[in-house]
């Protein structure tokens, strides 16, 4: 069964980093795009970066020049590094393929960006 285990998440003031990782039970990353995501109380999950196989990357708007998708092949992890949070940030961040699979989702790590 494939597992999907995100980790690093925590409580942090605004302006602050975090590093989050995600690391999968087999090997699921070598032929495929990356991706975390959020979900903030009352909305619904949105995408907030991706990396493809090659390394190329996307990221969502609202997180352009703060947060960096990086993945590890070899160790089957794929990292998100945050900074400068806002509060807005506060999410249940989880990872996933790109496009995701429904059965891939894992239970996720709360961030949350408060002084």
């Known amino acids: 069964q494939v597992q999907l285990v995100e980790s690093g998440g925590g409580l942090v003031q605004p302006g602050g980093s975090l590093r989050l990782s995600c690391a999968a039970s087999?090997?699921?990353?070598?032929?495929?795009?990356m991706a975390w995501y959020r979900q903030a109380p009352g909305k619904q999950r949105e995408l907030v970066a991706l990396?493809?196989?090659?390394?190329?990357?996307s990221y969502a708007d609202s997180v352009k020049g703060r947060f960096t998708i990086s993945r590890d092949n070899a160790k089957n992890v794929v990292y998100l590094q945050m900074n400068n949070l806002k509060p807005e940030d506060t999410a249940v961040y989880y990872c996933?393929?790109?496009?995701?699979?429904?059965?891939?989702w894992g239970q996720g790590t709360q961030v949350t960006v408060s002084s």
């Open positions: 990396i493809t196989v090659n390394h190329g990357y």
């Open positions: 087999r090997n699921i990353f070598s032929n495929y795009a």
């Open positions: 996933n393929r790109f496009p995701p699979e429904s059965t891939y």
